[in-house]
């Protein structure tokens, strides 16, 4: 469903906060208006766990966001293969 800012509260109500309430798992994802601030925060092959996520979050605290997704997911044990 796309949800804009005409139609945001009543998809809000009807929809996401069903969606999320009865979700198993939520993810969300941001679009920004950049990705990296400075050469530094280019990841690298041989970061650390710990180097990468300093490196997301100077990146991230430089920058707008632009729109964000919310994914809800239900799990099915019987459609498992």
Do not use: C, H, P
């Amino acid at each position: 469903m796309e949800v804009v800012r005409t139609n945001f509260r009543a998809a809000r109500r009807v929809v996401m906060d069903a969606a999320i309430k009865g979700a198993d798992f939520v993810a969300i994802d941001t679009e920004l208006t950049g990705l990296q601030a400075k050469q530094a925060d280019r990841y690298l092959i041989a970061d650390t766990l710990e180097e990468r996520y300093a490196k997301l979050v100077s990146s991230a605290t430089q920058f707008g966001v632009t729109q964000y997704g919310v994914a809800t997911f239900k799990w099915q044990a019987d459609k498992q293969r």
